[in-house]
């Protein structure tokens, strides 16, 4: 039987035409998410990961940004297609966005009760004392304790952690199938991280709704997602779920990133490995494979022909040349560590 | 007014506490223990002060806005009620009392025509308001929405707005408002529209910048991303954000309005007589002043002091305003 997937991204690209020249942020991307995945979104600063998931949403500046080709099929229509003035009603009530930095992401001059019911007010047409009835459930639900009191008061009263619990707030305030968490717990402690990733992923159960987690760190997604596509230069270099892609990874900048994660057992004399050189100029990718440059496993063909993501084991692809090379080299190093 | 602190001082919460309780040991038992009770009181009911209460209190403290805010309240009130203050006409002519020194029936003396000068001097008042005040608001009107849109849009619409805003700063208004008044015709409503074609420039530049940055902010962002239509953005999340700097580019807008409106009556192109102003007032005493000096003194003391005074309202906003200068 056919499902339709709640969003089906396929060869989105994303360029910004700047002075110094046109930068290929995201370079066709395809994947696919059903209701209620948890999807992690992995890479570096400048990997295109925030641009990607922004551009479902056409919340990157246009221009200089653009979005050249692609289709991201929401439920089966395509957010793209959409006429911008009609944008807004997918904002917010079918995808909701958490950001990375809850201390700029509020209003200052706003009290934050306004602003969670303003969400509601407009998307779900609720009066505005049901609104704030409403935003006292909501705060409550995402553990800001006396709630009915705390409406009223500003974003600079509160903490760090108590603001992004606000944001979850607000980005689940209009019930969203799809929540775009963009990297949410940078900006906090390691304790607030764990707390925020408990909450989304007990709200995540309580109202299925399906989360993109834009992160770079790799231990968040350990403990939170399903499925993880990593991300380099703009295009998607492995997908996998979570488990094989941390036992057994098919790509070089996997691997590598893997390797550079300390761990208690790291004797702490020892320098952590590293990925050599430094992320890609976006402006003038290499040709072929963009991780060339940096890459151990690089022959002559990396160089030239860029790599399509090939399966190596049941939903799990690579693109890479060398993906068996990557994968024994992988095996040899756990039997290492086994012994 | 007593517990006005003479020296500008950080004031955040915890430092005007402390200021209280300078205060309380300065021997000022009775005054500081009210404040103290207030501070108390406020703590409880809502923790924090707003804003706007927080701007209050520190605009409170400020001697010469103070000192602005009373002669203003004062001159608006002279403005709506002065036919009842004075037992005499602003253009009742008494030939055989004409240029006599301040007495007991005219207090300010009267002019050439022997009219009294108290009373020409407090309908006065009308005028400056109406120029200072009026072409402010209006100016605000035509510009903050063509600024915002500016800036929030962008595009070629912002082009065209700031090609029109460089070419008003490019010219003196001075001489544009002259020009314009000149061209159709020297009245109070001419004087007001000329400077309402040129002042809206200085409000527009100022709402474009600032909306300019606001735009940029993650919490706008964020509200386009929970599908908050544009309308809504510009008039909840960045007008609120704007309005301290408009309120202040408004006030300080007031002095130099009330200048130039003297400049121009002086010049014999405002108000036409016998409505008085006291710009023109003060060309009418060219050829008396060396005698009668008193037709000169109390209308440029008039201008002088109440252009103080706005400035004194505008430059206590800015303190009490600027956040930046008060955490």
């Not at chain 2, 001082?9 to 402390?18: C, I, K, T």
């Not at chain 2, 407090?122 to 600024?147: D, E, K, Q």
């Amino acid at each position: 039987m056919h499902v339709t997937p709640l969003l089906q991204v396929e060869n989105l690209t994303v360029r910004f035409y700047t002075k110094d020249g046109v930068v290929n942020a995201v370079n066709g991307i395809s994947y696919t998410m059903q209701e209620g995945d948890i999807l992690g979104l992995v890479g570096e600063s400048g990997s295109g990961k925030s641009v990607s998931s922004m551009a479902m949403l056409r919340l990157i500046p246009e221009p200089p940004g653009k979005i050249e080709s692609g289709s991201v099929r929401f439920d089966g229509e395509d957010l793209l297609q959409i006429k911008p003035s009609q944008i807004h009603r997918v904002r917010g009530r079918d995808i909701g966005v958490i950001f990375q930095d809850p201390m700029t992401s509020l209003n200052p001059v706003m009290p934050i009760g306004k602003q969670i019911a303003e969400a509601m007010q407009v998307n779900l047409g609720m009066a505005s004392a049901k609104a704030m009835l409403e935003s006292i459930d909501l705060l409550t639900r995402v553990g800001i304790p006396q709630a009915d009191r705390r409406i009223r008061d500003y974003p600079h009263q509160f903490s760090g952690g108590m603001r992004q619990r606000v944001m979850i707030a607000m980005a689940i305030s209009c019930h969203p199938r799809l929540l775009i968490a963009d990297e949410p717990t940078t900006a906090l402690d390691v304790t607030i991280q764990a707390q925020i990733i408990d909450l989304v992923k007990n709200l995540q159960k309580e109202l299925s709704m399906a989360i993109i987690w834009i992160t770079h760190d790799l231990g968040v997604i350990a403990r939170l997602a399903e499925r993880v596509n990593v991300m380099y230069g703009g295009t998607l270099v492995e997908m996998a779920p979570s488990k094989p892609l941390f036992s057994t990874p098919a790509h070089p900048y996997t691997l590598g990133l893997l390797s550079s994660l300390p761990s208690l057992d790291t004797d702490s004399d020892q320098d952590l490995s590293y990925i050599n050189g430094s992320p890609p100029d976006m402006i003038h990718l290499p040709p072929g494979c963009p991780f060339w440059p940096r890459c151990s496993f690089r022959t002559k063909r990396c160089t030239q022909e860029r790599p399509e993501l090939v399966e190596v084991a049941e939903g799990h692809t690579s693109a890479c040349w060398h993906t068996d090379r990557v994968l024994e080299l992988h095996r040899s190093r756990s039997a290492e560590v086994a012994q | 007014m007593s517990d006005e602190t003479t020296t500008p001082q950080p004031q955040s919460a915890a430092l005007a506490n402390d200021t209280m309780i300078n205060h309380a040991l300065k021997n000022e038992p009775s005054l500081a223990a009210e404040e103290l009770f207030t501070v108390e009181g406020h703590s409880e009911e809502t923790q924090y002060a707003s804003f706007w209460v927080g701007a209050w209190r520190r605009f409170r403290r400020n001697r010469l806005a103070m000192f602005g805010l009373v002669f203003a309240t004062i001159i608006i009130l002279i403005a709506i009620f002065v036919p009842m203050l004075t037992p005499y006409e602003y253009d009742q002519i008494d030939m055989p009392a004409a240029l006599q020194p301040p007495s007991h029936e005219h207090i300010l003396g009267t002019d050439e025509l022997g009219r009294d000068l108290l009373t020409r001097i407090l309908y006065g008042s009308r005028p400056m308001l109406m120029v200072g005040v009026l072409t402010g608001l209006a100016g605000l009107c035509i510009g903050v929405p063509i600024g915002v849109l500016a800036g929030y849009l962008g595009g070629f619409f912002d082009w065209i707005v700031t090609r029109l805003i460089d070419m008003f700063s490019a010219l003196p208004w001075y001489l544009i408002v002259l020009y314009l008044v000149m061209v159709l015709s020297p009245s109070l409503q001419n004087l007001m529209l000329a400077m309402i074609i040129t002042g809206w420039v200085g409000s527009c530049r100022m709402m474009r910048g600032l909306t300019f940055s606001i735009r940029e902010q993650d919490y706008i962002e964020a509200a386009r991303a929970l599908g908050i239509p544009t309308w809504r953005i510009i008039a909840f999340h960045i007008l609120p954000q704007a309005a301290p700097l408009l309120l202040w580019g408004f006030a300080a807008g007031i002095p130099t309005s009330v200048f130039a409106e003297a400049g121009l009556s002086f010049l014999g192109m405002g108000i036409r007589p016998p409505r008085p102003s006291w710009g023109q007032m003060l060309a009418d005493s060219e050829f008396y002043w060396q005698f009668w000096p008193h037709m000169f003194i109390f209308p440029s003391m008039m201008i002088t002091t109440s252009v103080l005074a706005f400035q004194g309202i505008a430059d206590g906003l800015r303190k009490a305003l600027d956040v930046s200068e008060n955490i």
